[in-house]
């Protein structure tokens, strides 16, 4: 069974982030224990990685990579928020590359790296961790096999045999 939307998809996969010069980073891998899981063709996944595997059956092995605009966007360098050292009270100030889960108005959670602490202010980097990268992804296909009926309504895969709770 080939990979097409609203199937279920098991895979393994390793990421690397690629700089200008072509020179990779190891991001994430993961492994035959703990497999990435998902719903195909509901936008859980990045619309292009999703296109990238279509087709593709278990066994299959592939590799692509992913321009930033096509994957987390390019860098803002306007996303920098400036928080006012009261916030952090008594828990005090966090230092440079902590990452800050932080709510908007409308109560979407975000996170933020901090990149700069003064005594009045706290400096942090509202962009994703992975905006402005390249992205290059190997990957292997665990297994494919339709979605359960509870699966589709739920909008996500219950696990790679569609009996794991949540
Ligand atoms: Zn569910």
Redesign the pocket.
């Known amino acids: 069974m080939a990979v097409e939307n609203n199937n279920v998809v098991t895979l393994n996969y390793t990421l690397h982030t690629v700089e200008e010069n072509g020179e990779k980073t190891f991001v994430e891998q993961t492994s035959s224990e703990n497999p990435l899981t998902f719903l195909h063709g509901v936008g859980m996944m990045l619309p292009k990685f999703e296109e990238n595997i279509t087709g593709l059956d278990a066994g299959d092995k592939t590799s692509f990579e992913l321009n930033a605009v096509d994957a987390y966007g390019e860098r803002d360098d306007k996303a920098i928020a400036q928080l006012p050292a009261d916030m952090f009270g008594e828990m005090g100030l966090p230092p440079v590359g902590e990452v800050l889960p932080l709510q908007d108005n409308d109560g979407n959670q975000f996170r933020a790296v901090v990149v700069e602490v003064t005594p009045e202010a706290v400096v942090a980097d509202l962009n994703h961790p992975m905006a402005g990268k390249k992205l290059n992804f190997d990957i292997e296909i665990l297994s494919v096999r339709p979605a359960t009926e509870?699966?589709l309504s739920?909008g996500?895969a219950?696990g790679a045999d569609g009996t794991e709770g949540?």
């Open positions: 509870e699966e739920h996500h219950h949540h």
